[in-house]
């Protein structure tokens, strides 16, 4: 049997291009405006026999009987192939007031098959000091579905113990926000760099007038506002449209091994450096030969072993790399030689160890 293993990889590059500047929405997020996370538990029903026997489905179901002024009888345990229990998320954006609608998440803890057709209880939906902000309730959407036969043979399609319900909480209590406090507004850039922070700094100081904006650090920025929260939201709008040019990334070679993609950043650079790499393919080819008894003789038909092994080693490949060779020139040496990402990889970690490869290496 030939056994032959096939890699495939992209070599993916980021050359070198123009700046280009970016509006200060897209590079920082305000202070303090944030979104919540909101968890709840609670109970699906109306299934088609795709429920769950869990023993916490059960003690749900009682509490909820009980609150209705219906008593189970102790020791009986009702069947519930048509209850479900399910926990419900949902995230709470920032500035969201009381009525407002929000999508929620239903997904199964216990057994289920599926949730297919299911109708959520009310479930109230708390944030993570306790405090109730929403209540949920509907019928869920679920994209999954599967099927069982007789013998025991199933099929599933995408993930059927998990729904959605648009729409599917209402808001009963905001979150409080620091947006109309203070005398500042603090920007945090989502990519921490000095040399950004100092260019919105300037930015903003030059549309705005002097001493309007200072930085903290590499991540936030504070600019003076107004305290009435009508002039603030419209001295916001005017900031976060102001165009800053971002500084250049840090030089980064990212591998990820699992999938054979190699990612160079624009700065990455080599020192004078040579590297040669050569392959080893080895082939098993296996040859099972049947060996029969002469006629009359005492025997039994057997299978002989017949492996074959050959190893072959390819041509050496050179990469030489001159003085501040730049990206477009690695590239170009790749692409001469035709090398596989195994080689490439093997090459970059080389130059990183020999200190040649002037940039931080990152295997994900």
Do not use: W
């Not at 500047?21 to 609670?42: E, S």
């Not at 216990?110 to 929403?134: C, E, H, I």
């Not at 019928?139 to 013998?151: C, I, L, T, Y």
């Not at 040019?245 to 699992?258: C, F, L, M, T, W």
Request: charged residues 15%; glycine residues 8%; hydrophobic residues 45%.
């Amino acid at each position: 049997m030939m056994r032959k293993l096939m890699v495939a990889f992209v070599l993916l590059t980021v050359c070198s291009a123009p700046a280009m500047a970016d509006r200060l929405k897209d590079m920082a997020q305000v202070k303090g405006v944030r979104n919540n996370q909101l968890i709840g538990y609670g109970l699906v029903v109306g299934l088609d026999g795709t429920g769950d026997r869990a023993p916490f489905t059960n003690q749900t179901f009682r509490n909820m009987m009980n609150q209705f002024g219906i008593t189970l009888p102790d020791g009986v345990n009702p069947n519930l192939a048509n209850v479900a229990a399910v926990t419900v998320s949902a995230t709470l954006p920032p500035f969201a007031k009381v009525g407002q609608e929000l999508d929620i998440t239903v997904s199964s803890i216990g057994n289920a098959d599926s949730l297919r057709g299911g109708t959520l209880l009310m479930v109230p939906l708390k944030g993570v000091d306790g405090q109730v902000y929403a209540m949920a309730q509907g019928s869920m959407v679920v994209g999954g579905f599967g099927a069982q036969g007789q013998d025991g043979s199933r099929i599933t399609v995408n993930v059927p113990s998990v729904g959605r319900i648009p729409n599917g909480a209402t808001i009963e209590r905001e979150v409080e926000s620091p947006f109309s406090r203070g005398d500042t507004i603090t920007f945090n850039l989502m990519r921490p760099d000095f040399t950004t922070a100092r260019r919105v700094v300037e930015a903003i100081n030059d549309n705005l007038g002097p001493d309007m904006a200072y930085a903290h650090d590499a991540t936030a920025i504070s600019v003076r506002a107004p305290r009435d929260p009508s002039q603030r939201v419209s001295f916001l709008s005017i900031l976060e449209n102001i165009n800053v040019e971002p500084a250049q990334e840090s030089a980064k070679v990212v591998i990820n091994s699992r999938t054979g993609t190699i990612v160079i950043g624009q700065n990455v650079k080599v020192s004078p450096a040579a590297v040669t790499h050569g392959n080893l393919t080895v082939t098993i080819q296996e040859n099972p030969n049947v060996v029969q008894p002469n006629p009359f003789a005492e025997g039994e038909t057997a299978l002989e072993q017949n492996t074959q092994i050959a190893i072959t080693e390819d041509p050496a490949r050179m990469f030489k790399f001159g003085p501040a060779t730049t990206l477009n020139e690695i590239v170009q040496a790749v692409n001469q030689v035709g090398a596989a990402p195994g080689d490439v990889m093997a090459v970059l970690e080389a130059l990183k160890q020999a200190g040649a490869l002037r940039a931080e290496l990152i295997v994900i």
